[in-house]
Each structure stands twice: as C-alpha cells, then as structure tokens.
C-alpha cells in the first residue's frame, strides 16, 4: 500500500489565474490564458469610415491588431484614454483564422487576481450585448466579456467593407 499524499485533492477546488482589467464604469474579469499580453496604450492607426467602436489599428509583434472598444459595442461613449491606460491584447478564441488578436484598451492598470468556483456567484444585474456575465467577486460585480462576439463583431465588419 502506498502511503505518498495524493498530488491532487479532489475537493479542493481550482483557482484560475484571472485579470481584473479596469474599464469605464465596469471591471472586466479574465482568465489570463486568454490574454497574450498587456501593452503600454498607444493611440491605434484610425482607420478610415470605421464604426466608432473601432479605435483602429495597433502594430504588436510585427502584426495589425484591431482595438475595440467594449464601452461603445455595448452602446455607450467612448471614455477615451487615462494616463495609466493599457491595451490588453487577447487571444484569438476560434471565429476566425485571419484574426489573432483583438485588443481592447483598459482605463488603468489590471490586478491580478486567483478566482476558484466558490468564490464567485452569477450577479442579479443584467447583461449587456458583449457581455458573456456578470459576477459577483469579493462584494464586487464584475463582468466576464464575450469575446467571440467581440471578434464576429470585426470580422462582420471587414466582410461588409
């Protein structure tokens, strides 16, 4: 019989690495595997009779990215930048292979924060278009961002150009 402790603990429950990254009036909660990276905000490329929720074009890594604005999708004004702003730079989530990365700009510095299963419960506030849900962490509501839409939302956008 072996006496070694078990790596693993099936009742523990797994904490997800995750970013809490600032926006106007909203927090946005990700899992940091679906961020490539966060970058110093520099002003996008404007890009020409484009819908106010796209900022335009950032050059990372050799490669064009599109910034969005998650405040205007969702209908609302564009907050413009802060002086601690930072363009988070996600990952592509499958909707299309000609788009790697989006990038949305964030009004401060994200916080790192461990999220397990228990620590969170679905919030009573509704959500909005680009909102995967809304989630109560610690006595905060934060908002898990959908970003499949967020990309069909550009790629529709390219496709009726």
Same mark, same amino acid.
């Given at each position: 019989?072996?006496?070694?402790?078990?790596?693993?603990?099936?009742?523990?429950?797994?904490?997800?690495?995750?970013?809490?990254?600032?926006?106007?009036?909203?927090?946005?909660?990700?899992?940091?595997?679906?961020?490539?990276?966060?970058?110093?905000?520099?002003?996008?490329?404007?890009?020409?009779?484009?819908?106010? #929720?796209?900022?335009?074009? *950032? &050059? #990372?890594?050799?490669?064009? *990215?599109?910034?969005?604005?998650?405040?205007?999708?969702?209908?609302?004004?564009?907050?413009?930048?802060?002086?601690?702003?930072?363009?988070?730079?996600?990952?592509?989530?499958?909707?299309?292979?000609?788009?790697?990365?989006?990038?949305?700009?964030? !009004?401060?510095?994200?916080?790192?924060?461990?999220? %397990?299963?228990?620590?969170?419960?679905? %919030?009573? &506030? %509704?959500?909005?278009?680009?909102?995967?849900?809304?989630?109560?962490?610690?006595?905060?509501?934060? *908002?898990?961002?959908?970003? %499949?839409?967020? &990309? !069909?939302?550009?790629?529709? #956008?390219?496709?009726?150009?």
């Amino acid at each position: 019989m072996n006496n070694a402790p078990l790596a693993i603990q099936p009742d523990t429950p797994e904490e997800i690495p995750c970013l809490m990254l600032p926006l106007a009036g909203r927090t946005l909660l990700v899992p940091t595997v679906s961020i490539a990276e966060m970058v110093s905000y520099s002003a996008p490329q404007a890009i020409d009779l484009a819908p106010d #929720w796209l900022l335009g074009i *950032v &050059e #990372w890594r050799n490669l064009q *990215v599109p910034v969005l604005s998650f405040e205007v999708l969702n209908g609302e004004a564009n907050p413009g930048t802060a002086l601690r702003s930072r363009l988070a730079v996600f990952n592509n989530t499958g909707v299309s292979d000609e788009l790697p990365f989006i990038a949305l700009p964030t !009004q401060a510095i994200p916080k790192l924060i461990r999220v %397990s299963g228990q620590d969170i419960s679905v %919030s009573d &506030e %509704s959500n909005q278009p680009f909102d995967r849900m809304r989630v109560d962490v610690e006595d905060e509501t934060l *908002v898990i961002p959908d970003i %499949s839409s967020l &990309e !069909q939302a550009y790629v529709e #956008w390219l496709g009726n150009r």
